[in-house]
């Protein structure tokens, strides 16, 4: 799939970003109980589990730093957790327990495991298919992720749907917030992941899957831009709860070009008139700053965590965006952020006055993905 290019950011940070991101994923690796090399979110012991999204994210931007056989291996020990109804689950635990809600175990968020969860495990897939070409592999998974991806409520018009009287978690970095109605992010990785499956399965030459998993993505496709806020000139979470400008959501609807060239620059010249309301020492808010998200599945207090936090996950994205309108302002955003990681060791989330979970993979990760060393 054709996504905006890296930001080409000074040589030298683009290695101290590598080379700490290889030694934080050394320090997430654990063992599972039967034997399986597991990738922990973090390498302070703060998340004990593989996680679906996280391990996603860990492969998608560094995968080439961690052995294929351990993908592969994390792979099917996910997929050992798949719901009979079809849900993979959102993280499981070293003795092999699977966990399909976000929180506690005994306090499960949502109505319904999260809706991110099936589109990530297709990215995964892909993901490791193309960095072995060991495309058998993949597709023998991929057939066991078609149940995962009709488990998703997903509207005749493509759009992925979140009941507002029971409402569930649309994507994990957000899994407090209580998004209803259509959702914006969401249904862009769910038209990603029928993408990728139906590419995935032309290249195996299986053209009635393929043409069906095209089908679905052209649907999914042609009803996103009804999340277009054209007087904003950026895209909003969700068309009931949360009706908000999502920053993340909308500069990865930029990055892999889901938007238009017009809107991909107006979303970059938003970001970058938007710097002091969003950034903070390179992490990024989800939304602007003194905006709150309006309805909550978990009380958090504001300018904390999901509810006004800063984040490393979306700096890429916001960055490879920014780069349409003004390269300069989004290599200045990745090396801050480089900057940061060295100093405060890669936290999950910061604000003024605490940083929380150092060591968090998905933050380097989505950070040297989104990036490349300058040529001299």
Known sequence: MKSLPPVRINREKYYQLKDFTKSVLAGCRHVADDGTPLYFPDASGHYPALWTRDFCYMVE???????????????????????????IPDRVQADGTPIYFPGPADQPIGALPPIDNQFMMVKLICAYSR??????????????????MDA????ADGLVLVDRNAPSVEYGFTDTVAKSGKVFLGSVLHWEACELLAQTYKTYERHDEARDWFERSLKAHQRLLEF???????????????????VWASAYAAVMRVASKTQSERIGHWLARS????????????????????????????????????????????????ALVNETAAVKLCETLVDSFLKDGGCEWINEQQCAVPGYAASL?????ATQGRKK
């Open 61 to 87: 931007g560094a995968g080439s730093l961690i052995p294929a056989q351990e993908i592969l291996a994390g792979i099917d020990f996910l997929l050992a957790g798949q719901r009979e109804d079809g849900f």
């Open 131 to 148: 960095l072995t070409g060991d495309y058998a592999g993949a597709l023998k998974r991929l057939d066991r992720v078609w149940a995962a």
């Open 152 to 155: 998703v409520p997903v509207e």
């Open 275 to 322: 710097w002091d309301l969003i950034v903070f020492k390179g992490y990024v808010r989800h939304l602007q700053k003194g905006e709150y998200w309006k309805r909550l599945l978990v009380d958090v207090p504001q300018d904390t965590y999901q509810n006004g936090g800063y984040w490393a996950v979306p700096t890429g994205w916001v960055a490879q965006t920014i």
């Open 228 to 246: 277009w806020d054209d007087g904003v000139g950026m895209f909003r979470s969700a068309q009931q709860d949360c009706r908000q400008v999502d």
């Open 365 to 369: 990760t989505r950070l040297l993905g």
